[in-house]
């Protein structure tokens, strides 16, 4: 079976039919069972509890979907601008809440950043309980954009390829991961992204899972390809540094042990999901 990364579980009814008739939307911000989502320090609330927080519907400005039959909206708010800023946040959250955590961030950082019709330069509305904005000057729609991403381990011989980026905490190594560009597949980007990063050329690219990534509003593709050498040629400009390693070390690594080689990624990162998928094969 797929693993199944954080962010990715089930846990909203969309509701999309909802979404195109405002006034049953408004009826259901009215309705007892109706909450908003609290935000604190520009990211959604998380409790001790590890649940998101909730307070009486003021500004449903985005109709977020319907979690056990409850209404739940979000008012538009400026997001944190460090996306970072949100980790020590998503450490404490609890899985089943992570999908309306991801739903919300994603969708408060596009209206922030869309205000203003792409086309023709007015300013935009929200429609569609916040699922998309339209322009009163040109009639233009404009929807909420996700920005997909390749991410991936490589091996060879048995060990696996992970970096370190500059703002990674000391001793921190992950997957190395890149934006897919206009008109490539996939399998072209992990390539391209390993060759460029890494200097290492690969085959046999393979899809593993995705996962939401709400910074502000990507898609993560995980992938494993089999690298066809293991020389090496950093690219000083993405990464700090690059390195084999081996099975035992990963288990290590994931384990926790205090002699470990390296720090894995956090438990919320697909990364990690990906690690452990390997390690499990």
């Known amino acids: 079976m797929r693993p199944e990364p954080f962010f990715s579980a089930d846990g909203i009814d969309r509701a999309d039919v909802l979404r195109a008739d405002p006034d049953r939307v408004a009826e259901l911000a009215r309705s007892e069972g109706a909450r908003q989502l609290v935000w604190r320090d520009?990211?959604?609330a998380v409790g001790p509890d590890g649940r998101l927080e909730w307070q009486p519907v003021s500004a449903p400005d985005l109709f977020l979907g319907l979690t056990e039959g409850q209404p739940c909206f979000c008012s538009t708010v400026e997001p944190h601008a460090n996306a970072r800023a949100a980790f020590d946040t998503?450490?404490?959250l609890v899985l089943s809440e992570a999908p309306l955590f991801a739903a919300a961030l994603s969708l408060a950082w596009w209206h922030s950043r869309h205000r203003f019709c792409a086309n023709c330069g007015h300013e935009s509305g929200i429609e569609r309980g916040g699922w998309s904005r339209s322009c009163s000057s040109c009639s233009a729609q404009h929807f909420p954009r996700v920005d997909p991403v390749v991410i991936m381990l490589a091996e060879h011989g048995g060990r696996l390829l992970l970096g370190r980026q500059p703002?990674?905490?000391?001793?921190?190594?992950?997957?190395?991961?890149?934006?897919l560009e206009p008109g490539e597949s996939i399998e072209?980007?992990?390539?391209?992204?390993?060759?460029?990063?890494?200097?290492?050329t690969v085959a046999d690219v393979t899809y593993i899972a995705s996962q939401p990534w709400p910074f502000p509003s990507s898609l993560m593709l995980g992938c494993h390809a089999r690298a066809l050498d293991d020389a090496l040629t950093i690219d000083l400009t993405e990464l700090d540094d690059a390195r084999w390693f081996t099975r035992a070390e990963v288990k290590s690594a994931l384990a926790g042990d205090a002699d470990a080689p390296f720090l894995p990624p956090p438990r919320f990162a697909i990364a990690r999901t990906l690690l452990e998928h390997w390690l499990a094969a």
């Open 90 to 92: 998503i450490g404490t």
């Open 188 to 200: 072209a980007a992990v390539a391209r992204e390993l060759n460029e990063e890494a200097g290492i």
């Open 167 to 179: 703002q990674y905490p000391p001793g921190r190594y992950s997957a190395l991961a890149g934006f």
């Open 42 to 44: 520009g990211l959604p």
